[in-house]
């Protein structure tokens, strides 16, 4: 997804007018992407993940990234593992295989650092 980091076009003095419009029809709410989030990654990953608190990304399509959250009883919630994005308009998961296999990897690591600090 392309985005724009407003600090990097941004000039060093002088001053700066930036208009932006960006529409879209919020078909999906905060609360939905984050139940697709758990869903998703329950299904596809592990149920011992679940999707945190969505922020708003407007980039080349406007959608919910979710955290996505590694808990493990009885400690609870160890981390973020990576993010989902999910398109406010169609609901559809923008997540490639790539980064469901981070998701992973970065989960495998929370679980052996959490082992190692309970020995």
């Known amino acids: ?30 609360f939905t992407a984050r139940q697709k989030a758990t869903g998703y990654v329950a299904d596809q990953i592990s149920t011992n993940m679940h ?3 969505p922020t708003l990304i407007v980039g080349s399509r406007i959608c919910w990234r979710v955290p996505i959250i590694l808990s493990l009883p009885p400690t609870g919630d ?36 959490s082992s190692r600090k309970a020995a």
């Open 78 to 113: 160890r981390g973020n593992v990576g993010n989902i994005d999910i398109d406010v308009e169609t609901g559809q998961f923008l997540v490639t295989p790539h980064t469901v296999m981070e998701m992973m990897q970065r989960a495998e690591s929370l679980v052996a650092s």
């Open 1 to 30: 997804m392309d985005q724009v980091t407003i600090e990097s076009i941004a000039p060093r003095n002088g001053q700066l007018s930036i208009n932006i419009q960006v529409s879209a029809a919020i078909n999906i709410t905060a």
């Open 51 to 53: 999707g945190g608190e």
